[in-house]
């Protein structure tokens, strides 16, 4: 079985169903075929699961296997330009001129700051004539809230670029000025897929982290505070213009950051290679990061001056970033956006805890996929025979404890009590869509729960 198939769960057969149900399910698949077609391949139009219910084309037996046929055969694999190596970061000067900016706004965080890095770039722009406003009121995970300010200050400095220095969250919420900048209204309007009508301005990334990839990315993930929820931001427009990749960036990252980064990234390319939005482009991408994290995440986060082990992390995020920004994600990432959105817990490390019961639960449904990434991480040929999804499980723990991550979700707070709250916000994900199942929201609350 290809690890694009969906599997019938054990005891299910479509003569046991009503023709009702049976419909029903067909539409689901078809719809998750359009969902796909509609995020990575060209010349598609967005639209709903309720609306397309509405509609009978699952019917057709031609149209179902064309479309079908499409998702298997069409993917585009979108990047920005991308500068890798030490000193990168002080490209930014060249590429602002290049780019025609004359004020940026400068995104990132106080740790940043405190850093250093962004008075070093600044002071470089300032040099040749680009001035710069600096907002850094970014949260840890980015609030609509904090869009919306940005926004006003890139529109009441006479800003007409956006320059992003640090992690996932100073990127994404760059990404989210960008939108509104230029198309108005409020950052909520544009979740989902290709809602963003108008470009945005020049927009730069520089990151500070080996986890988050926004700066290579097609999606930006923001926190309603009010609802607390998380949603996913995905269109080609918000691909920043240049990503500068410095490894010496790292060397000022908090060191249980840099496992809760480097768990990210590793959940990202694991989960772009056992995607049903996957292509040869990707996994080549995938696999290389697995090898890259597997080997420098414990250096790296033992010692952040070890040169080597830095850049292959940094070089390991940007794999896993092009990988899952052209396949997407799957079932970990749509469960941990909730708890982030709930719990305001850092996404790494809420990704690292959620994945060995993902695999469990996958692995089924993409079991050479699984089985190839377990021997990347050190999985014995005959513990993957003997044990399947434990073994890989086991050496996905095993490079945890190395970084320090140890205990589950109930040990940080996240309560029974939510899980029904939680599971109903997963449900809805995009990420959901390419996981190599489908779950029933029952299946989700049950993860949730024996990842507590």
Known sequence: MSHHDTPSRPGASI??????????????????????????????????????????????????????????????????????????????????DNLGVSHALIVTDPGIIKAGWVREIASAAESVGISSTIFSHVSENPRTTEVDAGTSMYRENGC???????????????KGIAILSTNGGGIQQYEGVDKIRHMGPPLICIPTTAGSSADVSQFAIITE??????????????????????????????????????????????????STGSSSLTDLHALEAIRMIKRALPPAYHDSKD??????????????????????????????????GLYDLPHGETNSLLLP??????????????????????????????????????VVRELAEKVGITGSLGDRGVLSKDIRTLSDHAMVDGCIVTNPILPELGEVMRLYEAAL
């Open 357 to 394: 019961v993902v695999i469990r639960y996958n692995y089924p449904s993409a079991q050479a996929r699984y089985d190839r990434i377990g021997r990347i991480l050190g999985a014995s040929e005959e513990d993957i025979q003997e044990n399947g999804a434990e073994a890989i499980i086991g």
């Open 160 to 174: 007409d670029g956006i320059l992003a220095i640090g992690g996932g969250s100073p990127m994404d919420c760059a």
């Open 15 to 96: 003569h046991g169903t009503s023709h009702t149900q049976a419909e029903g399910d067909a539409a689901t698949r078809l719809f998750r075929h359009l969902s796909i077609i509609s995020m990575y391949a060209p010349g598609t139009a967005s639209f709903s699961h309720n609306s397309f219910l509405s509609l009978m084309i699952h019917r057709d037996r031609e149209i179902r296997e064309a479309l079908q046929m499409t998702v298997d055969t069409l993917r585009k694999f979108v990047m920005p330009e991308v500068i890798f190596g030490e000193g990168a970061r002080m490209q930014a000067v060249h590429y602002l």
């Open 307 to 340: 040169s080597e082990a830095t850049r292959l992390m940094m070089l390991g995020s940007l794999h896993a970033g092009l990988a899952f920004s052209n396949a997407s994600l799957g079932l970990v990432h749509a469960m941990a956006h909730p708890i982030s």
């Open 225 to 274: 505070q009010e609802k607390l929820r998380k949603f996913g931001i995905i269109s080609k427009t918000i691909i920043p213009d240049v990503s500068l990749v410095d490894p010496n960036l790292l060397t000022t990252l908090p060191q249980k950051f840099i496992g809760y980064c480097g768990f990210d990234a590793l959940t990202h390319a694991i989960e772009a290679y056992v």
